[in-house]
Each structure stands twice: as C-alpha cells, then as structure tokens.
C-alpha cells in the first residue's frame, strides 16, 4: 500500500521586484513553530544576538544613519542560527546556539526575517547572569520573553543583497579553523568582547587575511 504525505504552505513562495519570499510547509505538521524554548545561557545569548543585531544596524563604509535591524532567523533541527550583514554588506555576523544551549526542540526547518527594534534591544539588555530567557520563532515572527514581559518582532523583507552574500558566506565559512576557545573565570584580553566572555566560556575563528579586488 501507497502511503500519502500532505504537505500544506501558508502561502506560494514568490519572486517580486525587490524580494524573494520562500514559504515553509513545516513537513508532516501543519507550519509549527521552528523553536519554543529557553536558552540555557540567557544573558550569553543575549550579548551575542544584540551583536548581530549591531552588524545589521551599522555601515563600516561611509557611515551614515542606522541602515537595518533584520537579523535573519533560521532554524534547522540542531541549532537556533542568527545571521546579519552590516548596511554596506561588508561586515557578516553570525550567533549559533547549539543544542546544549537550547532548553526546548528545534522542531522543523524554517527561516524567517525580523526587526530588533528598541523594545527588543531594551529587554535583552536588561537579561542578567541567572535571568531566563525564552524564545519562540515561527514563520512570521519571532516572540522573545524576559522577566520583564514578552516582545513580538514580526516578519519583515530580505534586503535583496543578503541573499548573494549568504551563499558566498557558507562557501568562505568552509575553510574557517577554530581560533581560541576559553573554559575559565576570567577569559584573557582577547576575549573581552565575546559575547560568551561572562560565562567564561568563548570561541572564535579566523583565517589568513587577503584582499578583494
């Protein structure tokens, strides 16, 4: 016997003049939620995603107004991923949260775009040492809860220039090697800006410097 699978979207995926928006079926279940959950190291997570949220916020080249507060959202079964690029497209800033931070199942596949707007950055900025820190990503939004109460940032447009640089993004990462790993109290200099350096735990990567034409 012939077994029948339904997979149902929110919406047809579609090309406009100035955006792609690809739609998620979620698999066997009806569009869940990508992640619903605590992460196990609050305030960690909550340096490293207003840093992705300063990338995308910043032009390195010719700076002028803030340019965006987007960061994108994907989840893929093991790991809660943010992703920015800076407003000139020359910066890239990356937060993965592995399974050991995540208190919760990362249940489908599924990315979606979302301001950090200054509600937002208020309140993970106030996520202290031991406070908890709840996610919840969905196709359409992302709903970040704190002690202090819940903030809903809804779906936005993919600046169309991200999208050549996540696929050459993926191709350079390749090649990346770990760099410095810190499992102590006090990180050393180096690591004071990681935005693991209050948990005393950090990693880093880089690769040989070169130049673009």
């Known amino acids: 016997m012939n077994a029948v699978q339904t997979y149902r979207y929110l919406a047809p995926s579609a090309l406009r003049q100035r955006s ?10 009806p569009n869940p939620r990508f992640f ?13 995603l207003l840093a992705v949220a300063e ?33 000139c497209c ?15 199942a990362v249940s489908e596949h599924g990315t979606t775009n979302v301001d950090v707007n200054t509600p937002l950055r208020d309140a993970l900025a106030r996520v ?25 940032e809804k779906k936005v447009l993919l600046p169309v220039r991200w ?16 760099w410095r790993s810190c499992r102590r109290p006090r990180p050393p200099p180096s690591c004071a800006g990681c935005p693991g350096a209050a948990t005393g735990r950090c990693s880093g990567w880089c690769r040989p410097a070169g130049h673009c034409g």
Request: net charge negative.
């Open 20 to 29: 792609l928006a690809l739609q998620t079926s979620g698999g066997p279940t």
């Open 36 to 48: 619903t959950g605590f992460l196990t190291t609050g305030q960690a997570a909550a340096v490293g």
């Open 55 to 87: 990338v995308a916020r910043t032009r390195y080249h010719r700076p002028v107004s803030p340019a965006s507060l987007d960061p994108v959202v994907t989840g893929s079964r093991d790991r809660l991923r943010f992703e920015s690029f800076s407003g």
């Open 90 to 104: 020359g910066v890239y800033a990356r937060l993965d949260v592995l399974p050991a931070g995540l208190d919760g």
């Open 128 to 152: 202290g040492g031991l406070d908890p820190l709840h996610l919840s990503v969905g196709p359409d939004d992302l709903t970040v809860s704190t002690l202090d109460g819940a903030v809903v």
């Open 163 to 178: 999208l050549r640089g996540f696929a050459e993004v993926q191709v350079l990462a390749a090649r990346f090697e770990p």
